[in-house]
């Protein structure tokens, strides 16, 4: 069975860092295409990122961009979201999931095997 475990949120103070973790199990990432997206309280979901692991392309949504970085650990098996300069506003539930058309998108019914989720405060 497919299944996508995301986990590394935390509390963090503004200008901090952390790294979120999205494992897969019962399938390889080698060749997928993965998305990280994020939810805050009241708000719709929305992209964040995005991995094609297939050809190696990346790409960001406007509000992250030069402060994320998404790569992925093909021995573990593991899509990575390093967050840099984080800011009140990336408060959020981080979800990472598989495209289902094998190409990135900014659009959540375009993905599927979502994880659970993984919470992302930052405050001081």
């Known amino acids: 069975q497919w299944q996508l475990v995301e986990s590394g949120g935390t509390l963090v103070q503004p200008g901090g860092s952390l790294r979120l973790s999205c494992g897969a199990s019962?399938?390889?990432?080698?060749?997928?295409?993965v998305g990280w997206f994020r939810q805050a309280p009241g708000k719709e979901r929305e992209g964040v990122s995005c991995?094609?692991?297939?050809?190696?392309?990346?790409d960001y949504a406007d509000s992250v961009k030069g402060r994320f970085t998404i790569s992925t650990d093909n021995a573990k098996n593991t899509v990575y979201l390093q967050m840099n300069s984080l800011k009140p506003e990336d408060t959020a539930v981080y979800y990472c999931?598989?495209?289902?058309?094998?190409?990135?998108?900014?659009?959540?019914?375009?993905?599927?095997?979502w994880g659970q989720g993984t919470q992302v405060t930052v405050s001081s």
């Open positions: 019962g399938f390889t990432l080698d060749k997928d295409t």
């Open positions: 999931a598989i495209a289902l058309y094998g190409y990135c998108s900014w659009y959540e019914t375009d993905f599927s095997s």
């Open positions: 991995i094609n692991n297939n050809v190696g392309w990346t």
